[in-house]
């Protein structure tokens, strides 16, 4: 039987340290006096880790609170400026790849379409690399720790970052390393679209706090994130959240997946388009898919009201499908087309999950709309680089 590593000051340090950046990371800013009892750290070691965080610029001055009767205690956080970082969302109709600061601020942007067809590896990576270099040119110079990455489909969780996206009609391409050797220095992390918009929205945004939630990612396709006591929960094989591909309807219209019936084809943004396509004999996709599914959702005609209103009873029974399977505390709905009905029929949404979920998972459930907007899964791609940068997981 091997032997427990024992651990050594360098351990200790180095974990002291951790535990000191992520809490003023999420909780800061905070006083010296306020990280001790928050980190369990004595006076002593939260004095001489500030000091070298300080030194080393990550740490800044962020004002003053008022003490006792003596000096002013001055309050300390993570500097966002110190360092950035790249997420890139790859969706069904773009790539969007932003330059983010640690507190996930945009400093750059650069968004390519991608044509219908048009997802084949080389073309997205081409994408990818040609927004990374475009952001980098506004960095002035602050280092750059990483490049994360949202994509749809399962991803394999690890440093190949192997995909698994019939949509796109990918099958095992090992994308993190074809990037990393296109993109290096910088390291790339690969993670599922779905999952990098719950992360983000659990660190600053509808669901933070929340120790039990689901985050929904509705666009051209669907997906989710489920938050088991307050981790995201990837399943044995990583594909867990694939909510979109659960089944609706036995036998009803084809998915892209391959199979019929999936949910996806009745509340992604392709499929809400195809059915009023198929109830209206035409739809004006000028612009794209988010400017045809905002023009239906405005549309007052009787067949545009009729799509729109079955989508939210649709919704409604996926949302109620999570409820009754997970009991969480919360449902985050993202994603473009997900923020646009939500925007729109929040309540009638709140109102058609009621009437398919069971009683008390709903009574103790909330629904509520995304707080990081259309870029949240650009934004959450970024924070495993982020994750390495406050010292591991």
């Known amino acids: ?105 945009n400093r750059a942007a650069a968004r390519y379409a991608l044509e219908t067809g048009r997802h084949d590896p080389a073309t997205v990576i081409e994408h990818i690399a040609a927004g990374v270099k475009e952001v980098l040119a506004s960095a002035g110079g602050v280092p750059v720790l990483g490049v994360g990455v949202g994509m749809p489909g399962i991803v394999e969780y690890g440093p190949d970052g192997v995909v698994h996206a019939q949509a796109f009609g990918w099958d095992a391409v090992p994308l993190g390393r074809m990037l990393a050797d296109r993109l290096d220095p910088l390291p790339v992390h690969v993670e599922n679209g779905a999952m990098t918009m719950g992360q983000a929205e659990l660190w600053f945004g ?31 094989g990583s594909s867990a959240g694939e909510w979109g591909h659960t089944t609706m309807r036995v036998d009803g219209p084809a998915c892209r997946c391959g199979s019929r019936g999936c949910l996806e ?43 729109v209103d079955e989508t939210v009873r649709y919704l409604g029974a996926g949302l109620a499908d999570l409820l009754n399977l997970f009991n969480p505390e919360l449902i985050v709905i993202g994603g473009w087309a997900g923020l646009m009905l939500a925007g729109r029929r929040l ?3 709140t109102a058609a999950t009621g009437e398919y979920a069971l009683k008390q998972p709903f009574a103790s459930a909330r629904i509520a709309p995304g707080m990081l ?15 390495r940068f406050l010292g591991g997981a």
């Open 265 to 307: 084809a009745y509340v992604g943004a392709e499929g809400i388009l195809d059915r009023y396509l198929a109830a209206a004999g035409t739809v004006d996709l000028d612009g794209g898919e988010e400017a045809a599914l905002g023009r239906l959702l405005e549309d007052p005609s009787p067949a545009a009201v009729a799509v």
């Open 206 to 236: 509808a669901g933070r706090g929340a120790e039990n939630a689901i985050i929904a990612l509705i666009g051209s396709g669907v997906g989710s994130c489920v938050v088991a006591e307050g981790a995201l929960y990837r399943g044995a």
């Open 1 to 105: 039987m091997e032997r427990p590593k024992r651990m050594t000051t360098r351990d200790l340090k180095l974990g002291n340290r951790t535990r000191l950046l992520r809490t003023l990371y999420f909780d800061g800013p905070l006083t010296r006096r306020d990280l001790a009892p928050a980190t369990n750290l004595s006076t002593a070691t939260v004095s001489n880790v500030t000091a070298e965080l300080i030194a080393e610029g990550i740490l800044r001055e962020a004002g003053k609170v008022d003490s006792d009767g003596g000096r002013p205690h001055i309050l300390l956080d993570v500097d966002p400026g110190h360092a950035l970082v790249v997420g890139v969302d790859v969706g069904e109709t773009h790539v969007q790849v932003e330059l983010l600061d640690l507190k996930l601020a």
């Open 347 to 349: 309540g009638d949404i």
């Open 373 to 387: 907007g259309p870029d949240a899964v650009a934004k959450g791609a970024a924070t495993p680089v982020i994750v």
